[in-house]
């Protein structure tokens, strides 16, 4: 009878520790899987950065910081940063390929661009989701030899407050396998890059791969942005206008019915501008609607309008309305984005 007793003692101690460690293991494995989502969530998070001497504001990715202060000759510079670059802030134009910021120039900065082929925006055809209006003569891009934009300069039309006329926006992603590469003008032949001389016509080549991480955190910033009037705080969008056809990801087809209602000074002169684009923000087709009836008036006032486009061979695209700004002012720009898909047929 003891031996019985023993035994069946055993026997519950053995199932009671196997019961503790498969609990243990369970317990393990969750925190491990909890441990292996955070990163993914604290990348998709961001914190909202206000700077009130220049007049903006934007959402900053977790993973970047904010810099603010003064460039050599003390102009004024706030950046938008990794901190695992090569080198602290501040930034200007020229620094290290790998480097991923963003530098925002209130009274510009007194350099030479960078070399490399280049186009200005317009030449270039594609965009930015921004949400204000870009000078696209001024505003250029630099491209790598595979055609990716590893860098991009955003002037205005009429500065922000605050801002001077040379004012801009300087956009660095980060480039991985960087290589630099001179070209003689005279024989074309390959020269050492110290002895290169851009601005007496040798060519300059740069090669790489841009970080699709970079560019997507930064492009989110940029997406972000918006300028303000002192004291005036942007109200909600929706607020000012809600479009009722065509419906948000509807596929869409030629010519296409536009309806909705803005505010009347969404409008000038009772018209304001739209555009459809593809998914690289190249522009389709462009048109102007009209309000009917009074515009002058801060309520919600219908409108009508329908554009004619060639399908792309993109699927999906934007409807842009903007905000009719006669001033060309950043701050009163407004810009809603209607996401679209484009019939296959």
């Keep these: 009878m003891r031996s019985f007793i023993l035994a069946f003692i055993t026997f ?4 009671a520790c196997k019961d503790q460690n498969a609990e243990k293991k369970t317990e393990k494995k969750i925190q491990q ?3 292996s989502v955070e990163p993914e969530e604290e990348l998709q998070a961001s914190q909202d950065y206000v700077s009130e ?3 903006f504001s934007l959402q900053v990715p977790t993973a970047y910081e904010v810099y603010s202060g003064e460039l050599p000759a003390k102009a004024p510079v706030v950046n938008i940063y990794h901190p695992q670059n090569d080198k602290a802030p501040p930034y200007a134009i020229h620094e290290n390929a790998s480097a991923s910021y963003i530098a925002f120039l209130p009274n510009g900065f007194g350099v030479d661009a960078p070399s490399g082929k280049r186009k200005s925006l317009k030449e270039w055809g594609k965009g930015f989701p921004l949400q204000f209006e870009i000078n696209p003569n001024e505003s250029m891009v630099y491209l790598l030899e595979n055609g990716r934009p ?3 300069s955003l002037r205005f039309y009429s500065p922000p407050p605050g801002w001077d006329e040379y004012g801009s ?3 660095h992603y980060a480039v991985n396998d960087f290589k630099a590469q001179c070209f003689s003008e005279a024989s074309g032949d390959k020269k050492p890059m110290n002895q290169c001389d851009p601005l007496g016509g040798d060519r ?3 090669s790489g791969e841009v970080s699709s991480e970079s560019m997507e955190a930064l492009n989110s910033v940029l997406e972000s942005l918006n300028f303000s009037a002192e004291n005036t705080p942007k109200k909600v969008i929706s607020e000012l206008i809600r ?4 419906k948000p990801n509807q596929v869409i087809t030629s010519p296409l019915q536009i309806k909705g209602k803005a505010r009347g000074y969404w409008f000038f002169e009772a018209e304001a501008p739209y555009k459809l684009v593809d998914e690289e923000h190249r522009t389709l087709a462009t048109g102007s609607m009209r309000a009917q009836g009074e515009w002058m008036t801060e ?3 219908p409108f009508e309008a329908e554009i004619s486009f060639d399908a792309p061979d993109a699927n999906h695209g934007f409807l842009v309305f903007s905000r009719s700004n006669a001033s060309g002012k950043p701050e009163h720009d407004r810009v809603y984005r209607v996401p679209v898909r484009f019939s296959s047929n």
């Design 299 to 301: 309520d919600f006032v």
């Design 12 to 15: 519950f101690l053995m199932i």
């Design 53 to 55: 001497k220049w007049y």
């Design 150 to 152: 590893w860098a991009l």
């Design 204 to 206: 300059v080549e740069y």
């Design 169 to 171: 926006i300087f956009v």
């Design 33 to 35: 899987d909890s441990i």
């Design 243 to 246: 479009v009722e056809q065509p």
